[in-house]
T-cell receptor, first 114, second 113 residues
Framework: GENVEQHPSTLSVQEGDSAVIKCTYS??????FPWYKQELGKRPQLIID?????GEKKDQRIAVTLNKTAKHFSLHITETQPEDSAVYFC?????????????FGQGTTLQVKP | DAGVIQSPRHEVTEMGQEVTLRCKPI?????LFWYRQTMMRGLELLIY????????DSGMPEDRFSAKMPNASFSTLKIQPSEPRDSAVYFC???????????FGPGTRLTVL
């Protein structure tokens, strides 16, 4: 079945620096890749997503890139701020059976130091 | 919009007791997902419903777990009997379509002693 690997598991950056989180997936037919941010004690919330018909998508300081050939996608956060500190999860939608099922990566704990 | 509503927010119970978690999806959403989150296993999909029908329950760990969706505005996840290893945060999420964004509820933190 679909498998999603996420790296690194923890990431510490200085405020203002950039942060990059990478994910790989196994099912070449997957076509939807969301990223969720989860603050401590809170629910996961969608911050950006990308579909397989585009290679890059930006939303202010956040961008996601997708390489379908290599089956990996990345989250880029520029000009990081302390409020960006959270756990970030990538996910890939299972393509078989049109089920809508998401497989999540293990998460990356991002710490932005003031 | 109130978002996805879950109850209770916290549940502490003793091993062997029955636990029922409840979820009210966002009005108009026809897909509902139950997830379990632990430090060791991350975020796992347990079961999901489309138009109140269970579509995929392959993530349900064992027969002690069951889920129902009697109507479009209510779902339950039941654990009977509960065990300490069931301790986790259980999230419910809903979506306007099974291929659309999933909106998570606040979660239920379950502790089984």
């Amino acid at each position: 079945g679909e498998n999603v690997e996420q790296h690194p598991s923890t990431l510490s950056v200085q405020e203002g620096d950039s942060a990059v989180i990478k994910c790989t997936y196994s099912d070449s037919a997957s076509n939807y890749f969301p990223w969720y941010k989860q603050e401590l004690g809170k629910r996961p919330q969608l911050i950006i997503d990308i579909r397989s018909n585009v290679g890059e998508k930006k939303d202010q300081r956040i961008a996601v890139t997708l390489n379908k050939t290599a089956k990996h996608f990345s989250l880029h956060i520029t000009e990081t701020q302390p409020e960006d500190s959270a756990v970030y999860f990538c996910a890939a939608r299972v393509a078989t059976g049109n089920t809508g099922k998401l497989i999540f990566g293990q998460g990356t704990t991002l710490q932005v130091k003031p | 919009d109130a978002g996805v509503i879950q109850s209770p927010r916290h549940e502490v119970t003793e091993m062997g007791q029955e636990v029922t978690l409840r979820c009210k999806p966002i009005s108009g959403h026809n897909s509902l997902f139950w997830y379990r989150q632990t430090m060791m296993r991350g975020l796992e999909l347990l079961i999901y419903f489309n138009n109140n029908v269970p579509i995929d329950d392959s993530g349900m760990p064992e027969d002690r777990f069951s889920a129902k969706m009697p109507n479009a505005s209510f779902s339950t996840l039941k654990i009977q009997p509960s065990e300490p290893r069931d301790s986790a945060v259980y999230f419910c999420a809903s979506s306007p379509g099974q291929n659309n964004e999933q909106f998570f509820g606040p979660g239920t933190r379950l502790t089984v002693l």
